[in-house]
């Protein structure tokens, strides 16, 4: 039986076999960015299908948007032979493609069709874009005040706690002093100041730039000290037997030894900083996206929050980017440091 | 050709060695108040360009006299003298490579080389001396690696030309050989004789290897437990490059080990 059924096998299946891997190969390579074009088809007829539960002006523009990105994705993968890197680039993000584009689908129908979900609470695709074109001056506004507050605030604290923690990491003196100090104020949550802050600074601007320097500020400190006062002694040795200066052993041994820590440290300033602006632009400051929210709030403009949040979104996450490509740059003599 | 050029621009440096005068120098720790003698009246007197080696038991204060000629400890009671002038601070006249190669990892291996040169703020115009240093140690190829990129014999190569592009009066080597292994040893052995025997100058190194230190040195001293004192100091008068297997030197092994207890394996 096994014998028969072997060399039956192999006469009638050569043929079969060797058009089927070509197949396979194709649905293999081209499978996911046709899914990914189907999905982002769905998601254009769940635009135009149906009519709005509600009064949405960008509808059919983004249903049209929709088989734009569905016909990119089909053409950019059954033309991948002619495209080079681009569908590479495709090819790699089809999985996520498909995932957008069923969540979209699934979204659209959930809201603006059929209104499972509750409005005004959960608002359809189509309204955010709506925020997008006809909020953009004032969004514009509020990301330039957000972004103009981030970076001051920012490099000071930045730039005082690297100096502090240099100085405590160096000299007793300094330590001595300051040491107490940071341990009785660092661990304050910036916003705890706050209410002090808005009626001891003259303008709220300068109020929330202090607050966001110190919540930069102290982990900056803290980790940058501890960078300079774990460098090792011999480091030190090498460098004074060869006719070093403290000038020297300062500014071409602890600091650059204590590099990767200070990057932590910018890196946990970032973060907190980030709290705090929001916090001090809900509650002071008459500018920038954290007061953006708020007044849509008070409006009931969910739409508009959701718009800010995502632009809020790709700011943090691209101030990471440039501090991790400018750390990567900076410590190419490391090895094996995160990918972000 | 650019090894021979390379040596001719490292010879028109070359300072002959200095001489170090060791005058009854003692030394302590303090170590949770209460005080650990580590050195025990030492005197020792080196000619300029000898090769002294420094043999004693682990733990027994070699390192330590060494970190005192380098100027980077002040000894409790004593002193020292390079050429007549007392010994207060490191200077680069006297460069110490220690066991571990220490090259700073954010520099590169040219630039480790260099650092000497830039403390002394006189790297814009001396340049090339970094390059011959490189070009004697025959790692002017990995001139833009890192240390993480390196071996250990080659680290410890990077190491030795950071010293010598100084061109030091006295060369300190506290162990430099010490975690390599056995062929690179062999190899560095010879390459160390050649550079001393080339530039002249006094060099000290600490082993605890008596093999070692008939090899390469004019005198070794042994020393015994701590605290340290000089228990012999004898003199190898035998001609470069020495063999491992000289019957002189073998001889004078047996009577090494001996003063260090071990003559009972031997």
Redesign the interface.
Known sequence: MSTYSLSDGLASGAPRTSRAPVFANWVRESGVGILASFAWIAFGLSCLWWEDVGDWSRTHSLGIAAFIVAAIALFGTVGADYLGSASRALRQRAPWLVALGAFLTLWEVATAKFAWLPLPFFPPPQSIIEVYTDDLPKLLDSVFASVKLQLGGYLIGATVGFLTGVSIGWSRGVGYWVHPVLRFIGPLPATAWLPIAFFTFPSSWSASTFLIALATGFPVTVLTWSGVASVSNAYYDVARTLGAKPSFLVLKVAIPAALPHVFVGLFMGLGSSFAVLVVAEMIGVKAGLGWYLQWAQGWAAYANMYAALIVMSLLCSGAITLLFSIRDRLLVWQKGTVKW | MVAAAALAEVVTHSAAGAALDIEQVSHAFDIDGAELPVLSDVSISVEPGEFVALLGPSGCGKSTLL?LV???DKPKSGTLREDEARITR???S???V?Q?P?L????TVWDNVA??L???GILKSQRHRVDAALDLVGLSDFRTA???QLSGGMAQRVALA?ALV?DPKILILDEPLGKLDSLTRITMQAELVSLWQRKGFTTLLVTHDAEEALVLANRVIVFSDRPARVKADIRVDRPYPRHRGDPYLADLRRQILGLLGLDATW
């Open positions: 970190r380098a100027g980077l490191p200077h680069p006297r460069v110490v220690f571990d220490t700073f990892p954010w520099r650092l000497g830039e403390a002394q890192y240390p993480h950071r100084n």
